[in-house]
C-alpha cells in the first residue's frame, strides 16, 4: 500500500512523465495521481476526498487557471495538506505569488524533473507540516488540560461552579431534549462543628471523602459541582423525580455510613438534599434554585434527609400568614390547594379531593359504627381529608400509572404517609390526627421485623382510615384498576381481616354501611 499519495496538476504530458518518473525514481512508494486541468485537480479532490492526498504539485500556469487561482480554491475544499508550485518560469513575480496564495515552496520544473529534487522538496515539507501538527496537538492538548483545570475544583477534584456556565450554554446539555432532567443540591450537616472541633485539616478529609462517594453514586453523564464551601451540585440528565429521589436518599445513607476517623474519634457525617426535577429542554439557574430552596427545607426539617422542591412550594403556602389566618386545618388545606394548582394534575386532584372527601366520610361512619365520641369522629374527618396529602409530592403520571411501578416508583409512593402526616402538621393537625395519617398504610399490628424496628402500636384511627381508604379505592374507578361492588369489595377485606386490617374495624363496615343512606361513590 503507497505510503505517500500525491496529487500533480500539470498539462503538459511530457512534463508529467518526467515528474512521475522523477517522482518514482526517488521514493518507489509514493502513488500520483495526475490531472491536466484545475478543475480535474478539484474533481479528484471532490472524488477522493480533501485528506486523500498528502502533497499537491501544482503547475503554475493550467490551461483554465494558474496557481494563483487553483490554491484558494484547493483551500476552500478543505485540502490541508502542502502545496508545491513548478513553473518553467523563474521569475520572482512567480515565486512570491505562488507563495502568497498558499505553496509552501516553489520549485523550478528543471530542478524538479531532475533526480531526487522534488522528492527532497516534498519530503522537507511534510516533515515541516508533521512539526507543525504536533505543535498544534501539543497546544490543544495544553489548552484543554487549563481549561479542565479551570472548571475543576482543587480540594475535591469535583467540576467547580464555571462548568454550569457551560451547562447552561448548552455545551453539556443533554441529548435527550423529550425527556426530564433532575439536579440535586448537597449540604453537609454541622460542618462548622466538624472544622471547629477537629481542626480545618480534618475538614478537609471529610470534603474529599464525602467527593468521592459522590464519584463512586455517579452514573454516565451525571456532573458532580463543588458548589460551594460544604454544598455540591449533581446534575442528573435523563432522571425523573422518583428516580433521583431514590438516588438521593441511597447517597444519603452511603454518607451517614461513611466512616471517618479523627485520631481515636469518629467524625459524625451526615447530609441533607434538596431536589428539583424538570424538562431537560428548561434546566436552567431557576432549578438551581428550586433544589437550594428544596435543601433549606430538609435542613429546616430536621437534616439528614431528602426534601423535594414540590415539598418546598407546599411549606411556603402552607406557614405563610395568608395562609395561617385560615381558622381550621381544612380551610388552610383547601387555601394551600388553591395556591398550588399549577402542581396538581388529574390524578392529584382526584385523590386530594373528591377521592379524601369520600374516605373522611367513611371513616367517621366507621367511627360512629365503633361507639367514638364526637372529638375522635372530628379526628377521623380530619384524617381523611388529609390522608392522601403526601400524594402531592408524587409525580401524577405515577399516580395514574397502569403499569407496574418501578422500584423508584415505589419507593417513592411509600413516603408519603409520613410526608403527608408532617404536611398536615404544618396546617395545623394534632399529633394524633399525623398519627392517624402517619400509620394508615402499616397493617394490623405490623412488627417491622424487617427494619429491626421497635414494634409499632398502630392507632385505632389509623387502622380505621386504612379501611375507609381501602373501601373507596376499590369501589372507585382507576386507570389501573374497574370498580368493584359493595358486596365484593367488603368480602375482600374480610380476607385480609386479621393480617392487613383490624378484625374489629372490618367486621364494623356491614354496620357503617347500613347505618345511614348508603354511599353515592361517585
Same mark, same amino acid.
Given at each position: 500500500?503507497?505510503?505517500?499519495?500525491?496529487?500533480?496538476?500539470?498539462?503538459?504530458?511530457?512534463?508529467?512523465?518526467?515528474?512521475?518518473?522523477?517522482?518514482?525514481?526517488?521514493?518507489?512508494?509514493?502513488?500520483?495521481?495526475?490531472?491536466?486541468?484545475?478543475?480535474?485537480?478539484?474533481?479528484?479532490?471532490?472524488?477522493?476526498?480533501?485528506?486523500?492526498?498528502?502533497?499537491?504539485?501544482?503547475?503554475?500556469?493550467?490551461?483554465?487557471?494558474?496557481?494563483?487561482?487553483?490554491?484558494?480554491?484547493?483551500?476552500?475544499?478543505?485540502?490541508?495538506?502542502?502545496?508545491?508550485?513548478?513553473?518553467?518560469?523563474? !521569475?520572482?513575480?512567480?515565486?512570491?505569488?505562488?507563495?502568497?496564495?498558499?505553496?509552501?515552496?516553489?520549485? $523550478?520544473?528543471?530542478?524538479?524533473?531532475?533526480?531526487?529534487?522534488?522528492?527532497?522538496?516534498?519530503?522537507?515539507?511534510?516533515?515541516?507540516?508533521?512539526?507543525?501538527?504536533?505543535?498544534?496537538?501539543?497546544?490543544?492538548?495544553?489548552?484543554?488540560?487549563?481549561?479542565?483545570?479551570?472548571?475543576?475544583?482543587?480540594?475535591?477534584?469535583?467540576?467547580?461552579?464555571?462548568?454550569? !456556565?457551560?451547562?447552561?450554554?448548552?455545551?453539556?446539555?443533554?441529548?435527550?431534549r423529550r425527556g426530564r432532567s433532575s439536579m440535586v443540591m448537597i449540604d453537609l450537616d454541622h460542618f462548622k462543628q466538624i472544622n471547629d472541633r477537629f481542626g480545618h485539616d480534618c475538614g478537609d478529609t471529610v470534603l474529599r471523602a464525602v467527593a468521592g462517594t459522590l464519584r463512586e453514586s455517579l452514573q454516565p453523564g451525571d456532573l458532580a459541582v463543588r458548589y460551594g464551601g460544604e454544598e455540591f451540585l449533581i446534575v442528573r440528565p435523563s432522571s425523573g423525580l422518583a428516580e433521583a429521589v431514590y438516588w438521593a436518599e441511597t447517597l444519603r445513607d452511603r454518607i451517614a455510613r461513611r466512616q471517618i476517623r479523627a485520631g481515636e474519634l469518629r467524625v459524625p457525617l451526615s447530609a441533607s438534599f434538596g431536589v428539583a426535577n424538570c424538562p431537560s429542554p428548561e434546566?436552567?439557574?431557576?432549578?438551581?434554585?428550586?433544589?437550594?430552596?428544596?435543601?433549606?427545607?430538609?435542613?429546616?426539617?430536621?437534616?439528614?434527609?431528602?426534601?423535594?422542591?414540590?415539598?418546598?412550594?407546599?411549606?411556603?403556602?402552607?406557614?405563610? $400568614?395568608?395562609?395561617?389566618?385560615?381558622?381550621?386545618?381544612?380551610?388552610?388545606?383547601?387555601?394551600?390547594?388553591?395556591?398550588?394548582?399549577?402542581?396538581?394534575?388529574?390524578?392529584?386532584? !382526584?385523590?386530594?379531593?373528591?377521592?379524601?372527601?369520600?374516605?373522611?366520610?367513611?371513616?367517621?361512619?366507621?367511627?360512629?359504627?365503633?361507639?367514638?365520641?364526637?372529638?375522635?369522629?372530628?379526628?377521623?374527618?380530619?384524617?381523611?381529608?388529609?390522608?392522601?396529602?403526601?400524594?402531592?409530592?408524587?409525580?401524577?403520571?405515577?399516580?395514574?400509572?397502569?403499569?407496574?411501578?418501578?422500584?423508584?416508583?415505589?419507593?417513592?409512593?411509600?413516603?408519603?404517609?409520613?410526608?403527608?402526616?408532617?404536611?398536615?402538621?404544618?396546617?395545623?393537625?394534632?399529633?394524633?390526627?399525623?398519627?392517624?395519617?402517619?400509620?394508615?398504610?402499616?397493617?394490623?399490628? !405490623?412488627?417491622?421485623?424487617?427494619?429491626?424496628?421497635?414494634?409499632?402500636?398502630?392507632?385505632?384511627?389509623?387502622?380505621?382510615?386504612?379501611?375507609?381508604?381501602?373501601?373507596?379505592?376499590?369501589?372507585?374507578?382507576?386507570?389501573?384498576?374497574?370498580?368493584?361492588?359493595?358486596?365484593?369489595?367488603?368480602?375482600?377485606?374480610?380476607?385480609?381481616?386479621?393480617?392487613?386490617?383490624?378484625?374489629?374495624?372490618?367486621?364494623?363496615?356491614?354496620?357503617?354501611?347500613?347505618?345511614?343512606?348508603?354511599?353515592?361513590?361517585?
Amino acid at each position: 500500500m503507497p505510503q505517500t499519495r500525491i496529487l500533480l496538476a500539470e498539462d503538459d504530458p511530457g512534463h508529467q512523465s518526467l515528474l512521475v518518473a522523477a517522482l518514482a525514481d526517488a521514493n518507489a512508494e509514493v502513488e500520483v495521481h495526475v490531472a491536466g486541468t484545475g478543475q480535474e485537480a478539484l474533481r479528484a479532490v471532490e472524488q477522493h476526498g480533501a485528506d486523500a492526498f498528502d502533497c499537491v504539485v501544482v503547475d503554475y500556469s493550467l490551461p483554465d487557471c494558474d496557481a494563483t487561482e487553483l490554491l484558494p480554491r484547493l483551500l476552500g475544499e478543505g485540502v490541508t495538506c502542502p502545496t508545491i508550485a513548478v513553473s518553467s518560469s523563474r !521569475d520572482q513575480e512567480v515565486v512570491i505569488e505562488s507563495i502568497r496564495n498558499g505553496s509552501v515552496d516553489f520549485v $523550478p520544473k528543471l530542478e524538479a524533473v531532475r533526480g531526487d529534487h522534488l522528492w527532497r522538496r516534498i519530503e522537507l515539507a511534510l516533515a515541516q507540516q508533521r512539526r507543525r501538527e504536533k505543535s498544534r496537538r501539543t497546544i490543544e492538548r495544553r489548552a484543554r488540560h487549563l481549561a479542565a483545570l479551570a472548571e475543576q475544583d482543587p480540594l475535591t477534584g469535583l467540576a467547580n461552579r464555571r462548568s454550569l !456556565d457551560r451547562l447552561f450554554s448548552g455545551q453539556h446539555r443533554s441529548p435527550d431534549r423529550r425527556g426530564r432532567s433532575s439536579m440535586v443540591m448537597i449540604d453537609l450537616d454541622h460542618f462548622k462543628q466538624i472544622n471547629d472541633r477537629f481542626g480545618h485539616d480534618c475538614g478537609d478529609t471529610v470534603l474529599r471523602a464525602v467527593a468521592g462517594t459522590l464519584r463512586e453514586s455517579l452514573q454516565p453523564g451525571d456532573l458532580a459541582v463543588r458548589y460551594g464551601g460544604e454544598e455540591f451540585l449533581i446534575v442528573r440528565p435523563s432522571s425523573g423525580l422518583a428516580e433521583a429521589v431514590y438516588w438521593a436518599e441511597t447517597l444519603r445513607d452511603r454518607i451517614a455510613r461513611r466512616q471517618i476517623r479523627a485520631g481515636e474519634l469518629r467524625v459524625p457525617l451526615s447530609a441533607s438534599f434538596g431536589v428539583a426535577n424538570c424538562p431537560s429542554p428548561e434546566l436552567s439557574p431557576e432549578t438551581v434554585s428550586r433544589a437550594d430552596r428544596a435543601l433549606y427545607v430538609a435542613k429546616g426539617g430536621g437534616r439528614n434527609r431528602v426534601c423535594t422542591w414540590e415539598r418546598a412550594v407546599f411549606e411556603e403556602v402552607a406557614t405563610d $400568614p395568608d395562609t395561617r389566618r385560615r381558622a381550621s386545618v381544612e380551610r388552610r388545606l383547601g387555601t394551600t390547594l388553591v395556591r398550588c394548582r399549577a402542581l396538581l394534575g388529574p390524578c392529584h386532584y !382526584d385523590h386530594l379531593t373528591v377521592h379524601a372527601r369520600y374516605v373522611s366520610n367513611m371513616a367517621v361512619r366507621l367511627g360512629r359504627a365503633l361507639n367514638l365520641d364526637g372529638e375522635d369522629e372530628e379526628r377521623l374527618r380530619l384524617a381523611g381529608i388529609c390522608h392522601d396529602l403526601g400524594k402531592f409530592l408524587v409525580p401524577d403520571e405515577v399516580l395514574g400509572k397502569t403499569a407496574a411501578l418501578s422500584q423508584e416508583e415505589r419507593f417513592l409512593l411509600a413516603r408519603h404517609p409520613e410526608d403527608g402526616a408532617q404536611m398536615a402538621s404544618l396546617l395545623g393537625a394534632d399529633t394524633q390526627v399525623t398519627d392517624f395519617i402517619r400509620y394508615h398504610h402499616r397493617w394490623f399490628l !405490623d412488627l417491622q421485623v424487617a427494619r429491626n424496628e421497635p414494634p409499632v402500636a398502630v392507632p385505632l384511627g389509623a387502622r380505621i382510615v386504612a379501611v375507609a381508604d381501602a373501601f373507596v379505592a376499590m369501589t372507585s374507578q382507576r386507570p389501573y384498576q374497574n370498580a368493584r361492588s359493595f358486596s365484593a369489595t367488603v368480602n375482600e377485606l374480610r380476607k385480609r381481616r386479621g393480617t392487613q386490617f383490624d378484625p374489629r374495624v372490618v367486621d364494623a363496615l356491614p354496620r357503617a354501611l347500613l347505618a345511614e343512606r348508603p354511599m353515592s361513590i361517585r
